[in-house]
């Protein structure tokens, strides 16, 4: 890693990281609060409603404004923080964070009505499609009692009880009781990245630490969802366990689990048992999701109905594989290799570089925790993947199918 960290003299952290010779700069603000899992969309509505306006812009003049510079600038509700994010050229990047700065100071909520029907339209729409219902399955049971789990299906049972009013102290809670992190990655030094955003943001109120203790509760059973929907012509099959996240010794070894079953495309287990020698699945894949809290696992497939079955025995088949032999070394090294090589493709630009720091700082790891990270997952041994997915394969699981 190579960059600066300062701070401003509201305790905002920011991460600089000087890219020469690139022609734009990515810019993330991350804001971390407490959450409240019991109004499942107020987050995510929030998020929505800071591009519709401000005291000095209308929505059009927004979009017109940002259109005129090329700026790209998003504002959406992550598992765990707000995040506002731009990229911007170079000579533009005033212009940004002046724009920035007005959606963040300034969003006056007033479209409500018309984005909260807009996104509800969204979300149904959405909920038609058989891997997202079958997905909805899955999260709202796994993470049942946790905003982790707050799916489309409980936003849409809490949409009519979401108003402008919250939204409004949703927003105070997050300007005044949260954790602040910018990151910002281009062609520009440190000095003049602290000078802009002391202008801009060192009047907003103070960043905090905020202890975050997880909620997340351990499954005290298997669970099983069973989802029907008359006219879908594949079964889709989620079978996932909660997992240790990124601040775990586990972290590594969870990363490589998951390319050598499953995400590592063609030359995955799930991709050669499941698909090309028993031609079972459309699509088969396997997922490590990292929250700040926790983390899941979880296997994929869409398949035809009635290989419902034989599916189900091909998962524990290559779940029991895993957990009874250890992996080659040559396997071994191909997944760290993939593992690597991925991390090395992701990071190529300034925003997803940005991305990543950001997400780094606001949840406590380190602004140089994927170099950290990059060191430890070439330590891993065959062994210790043995006994990672003893530990965590062996827990109760959840299983969302969805079928005609």
């Not at 005033?94 to 984005?115: G, P, Q, R, V």
């Not at 079955?309 to 957990?323: N, T, Y």
Request: overall charge negative; proline content about 2%.
């Amino acid at each position: 890693m190579i960059g600066n960290t300062i701070k401003l003299n509201n305790n905002i952290e920011i991460f600089c990281k000087q890219n020469k010779n690139t022609p734009r700069i990515a810019l993330c603000f991350n804001f971390r609060a407490k959450r409240n899992k019991n109004n499942p969309g107020l987050d995510t509505i929030m998020a929505r409603l800071f591009l519709q306006g401000t005291k000095t812009r209308t929505a059009e003049q927004l979009a017109n404004e940002l259109d005129a510079y090329a700026i790209e600038l998003s504002a959406d509700s992550r598992p765990d923080y707000i995040r506002f994010k731009f990229v911007c050229l170079n000579e533009d990047f005033d212009n940004a964070l002046e724009i920035m700065a007005d959606i963040i100071k300034n969003s006056t909520f007033e479209d409500f009505d018309k984005e909260i029907s807009k996104m509800e339209g969204e979300i149904i729409a959405e909920l038609d499609s058989p891997r997202a219902k079958a997905s909805d399955g899955y999260y709202s049971n796994i993470f049942k009692d946790h905003y982790y789990g707050n799916t489309g299906t409980r936003v849409l049972k809490n949409i009519k009880n979401l108003t402008k009013e919250k939204v409004l102290e949703n927003y105070n809670n997050m300007i005044n009781e949260s954790k602040k992190v910018i990151s910002v990655v281009g062609d520009i030094d440190t000095d003049t990245v602290k000078n802009e955003l002391t202008k801009y943001f060192a009047d907003i109120p103070e960043s905090k630490d905020i202890e975050l203790i997880s909620t997340v509760k351990e499954l005290q059973e298997d669970k099983y969802s069973e989802i029907i929907k008359p006219d879908a012509n594949q079964a889709h099959i989620i079978k996932g366990w909660i997992t240790e996240t990124s601040n775990s010794e586990d972290y590594p070894a969870l990363l490589l689990l998951n390319v050598i079953l499953g995400a590592s495309g063609l030359s995955s287990r799930l991709f050669l048992e499941l698909r090309d020698k028993k031609g079972l699945a459309y699509v088969v894949r396997s997922s490590y999701e990292v929250f700040g809290q926790c983390a899941d696992f979880f296997i994929y497939i869409a398949t035809e109905p009635k290989n419902i079955e034989v599916s189900l025995a091909g998962f524990k088949e290559e779940i029991d594989k895993i957990c009874t032999y250890p992996v080659s070394e040559e396997e071994l090294e191909n997944a760290k290799n993939n593992m690597l090589g991925k991390w090395a493709f992701t990071q190529e630009t300034n925003e997803n570089q940005a991305v990543l720091y950001g997400n780094y700082g606001i949840l406590g790891l380190g602004f140089d925790f994927n170099d950290r990270a990059k060191e430890n997952i070439k330590k891993v041994t065959a062994e210790q993947l043995l006994k990672c997915a003893k530990k965590y394969f062996s827990k109760n699981s959840v299983l969302s199918i969805l079928k005609p």
